[in-house]
């Protein structure tokens, strides 16, 4: 348990960024999957799922949720699966 205010305050802080890195985190999970879904049944709305994908990467690496680097690697890999299919 924080002691302190400061601990206090920086406790709350750190539940309410948890919860916003979180849903980031999930957006990115999601449509990584529904894109995935899309490109193995080779749907010709694989490509607007990875772009979305790529915005929620994007997103996220803006706001240091992930890395940038993590970013570039997951958005690689996303678009050689789409090449594959292709």
């Known amino acids: 348990m924080p002691n302190t205010k400061s601990a206090i305050k920086a406790a709350r802080q750190n539940l ?9 985190l999930d957006a990115i999970r999601k ?5 995935k879904k899309l490109a193995s049944a080779g749907g010709t709305d694989a490509q607007k799922a ?3 994908a790529f915005a929620a990467l994007d997103k996220a690496a803006k706001k240091h949720i992930i890395h940038k680097n993590t970013a570039s690697r997951k958005k ?10 292709k």
């Open 76 to 85: 690689s890999r996303l678009a050689k699966m789409i090449a594959k299919v």
């Open 31 to 35: 449509s990584a999957k529904s894109f």
């Open 16 to 24: 309410k960024r948890r919860v916003t890195n979180l849903k980031a």
């Open 50 to 52: 990875l772009s979305a």
